[in-house]
Nanobody
Framework: QVQLVESGGGLVQPGGSLRLSCAAS????????MGWYRQVPGQQRWLVGR???????IYAESVKGRFTVSRDKAERTVDLQMDNLKPEDTATYYC???????????????WGQGAQVTVST
């Protein structure tokens, strides 16, 4: 019913920048929270940054001041600007949206397919 498609990612040197984008399509009636998580093999998925329904932004301590989440609710998109990247930022990044689909009464969390970000020399 709802698909989140990510774009961006790739290989970057330490100190460099990357931008990830995520767009929702399908039977979207409303969107509440929008954000990004990341995961490395063998570990759970961790919050990177999220913009809540009221506009409040939450970031992991490790990315504060370096990463920025921006969203366009009308366009159904959420982006992640990553600056001053470090090797420890290497992970698969997943976008998420809390979506109310047409004809339903409960919000449901949807995930993108994942984008690999590798920070290395």
């Amino acid at each position: 019913q709802v698909q989140l498609v990510e774009s961006g990612g790739g290989l970057v040197q330490p100190g460099g920048s990357l931008r990830l984008s995520c767009a929702a399509s399908g039977s979207v009636f409303d969107i509440r929270d929008m954000g990004w998580y990341r995961q490395v093999p063998g570990q759970q998925r961790w919050l990177v940054g999220r913009v809540e329904a009221g506009g409040n932004s939450i970031y992991a301590e490790s990315v504060k001041g370096r990463f920025t989440v921006s969203r366009d609710k009308a366009e159904r998109t959420v982006d992640l600007q990553m600056d001053n990247l470090k090797p420890e930022d290497t992970a698969t990044y997943y976008c998420m949206m809390s979506v109310l689909t047409t004809g339903t009464t409960k919000f449901k969390t949807y995930w993108g397919q994942g984008a690999q970000v590798t920070v290395s020399t």
